[in-house]
T-cell receptor, first 111, second 114 residues
Framework: DVKVTQSSRYLVKRTGEKVFLECVQDMDHENMFWYRQDPGLGLRLIYFSYDVKMKEKGDIPEGYSVSREKKERFSLILESASTNQTSMYLC??????????FGDGTRLSIL | GENVEQHPSTLSVQEGDSAVIKCTYSDSASNYFPWYKQELGKRPQLIIDIRSNVGEKKDQRIAVTLNKTAKHFSLHITETQPEDSAVYFCAASMSGGGADGLTFGKGTHLIIQP
């Protein structure tokens, strides 16, 4: 079974801090994704990556960056956290011919 | 970019009845349409998906239909049970299996009344 592990279930940070959200998968999947989920808005794609050191912007990349130095790890970075980035963040992975598989999510609060 | 509309936002049905959730998409190039179920506090999990070369797909009590001409697709759940209560999301992708990411609808909260 695919295992997608997000480093924290809950995280509280302060405005202006640099925040790192980590995602690790154990199935050698090529594609990895970061979404944010907000009530009434569904899931929205922030960034995705289809290979090591490759990254592509999704629908709402502003205020975020990503890093993929190793195939199994995809990091989401909030360069200077703001209160409107308080949200649930979901990582997902995909291998060719298979559906996207999600991690348990990180609930991030920016105070 | 792609836009996915989902209706209704809340659906309440009696246990044993059928439930239907509808989605429309804007880009005719979309060719992959998955449905995810999310229980409270848990991750979204795929329950069924359909590709544009197929009009209907069924898996036990769950079925999905796709009308490419009208650009809409629907989830049908028959003989609903209490464990079907959850939030359901439809999604669309132009990259076959979602390799370029998924565009999601805003979700439907399905409530099964005993």
């Amino acid at each position: 079974d695919v295992k997608v592990t997000q480093s924290s279930r809950y995280l509280v940070k302060r405005t202006g801090e640099k925040v790192f959200l980590e995602c690790v998968q154990d199935m050698d999947h090529e594609n990895m994704f970061w979404y944010r989920q907000d009530p009434g808005l569904g899931l929205r794609l922030i960034y995705f990556s289809y290979d090591v050191k490759m990254k592509e912007k999704g629908d709402i990349p502003e205020g975020y960056s990503v890093s993929r130095e190793k195939k199994e790890r995809f990091s989401l970075i909030l360069e200077s956290a703001s209160t409107n980035q308080t949200s649930m963040y979901l990582c997902a992975t995909l291998s060719s011919g298979k559906p996207q598989h999600f991690g348990d999510g990180t609930r991030l609060s920016i105070l | 970019g792609e836009n996915v509309e989902q209706h209704p936002s809340t659906l309440s049905v009696q246990e044993g009845d059928s439930a239907v959730i509808k989605c429309t998409y804007s880009d005719s190039a979309s060719n992959y349409f998955p449905w995810y179920k999310q229980e409270l506090g848990k991750r979204p999990q795929l329950i069924i998906d359909i590709r544009s070369n197929v009009g209907e797909k069924k898996d036990q009590r769950i079925a999905v239909t796709l009308n490419k001409t009208a650009k809409h697709f629907s989830l049908h759940i028959t003989e609903t049970q209490p464990e079907d209560s959850a939030v359901y999301f439809c999604a669309a992708s132009m990259s076959g299996g979602g390799a370029d990411g998924l565009t999601f609808g805003k979700g439907t909260h399905l409530i099964i009344q005993p």
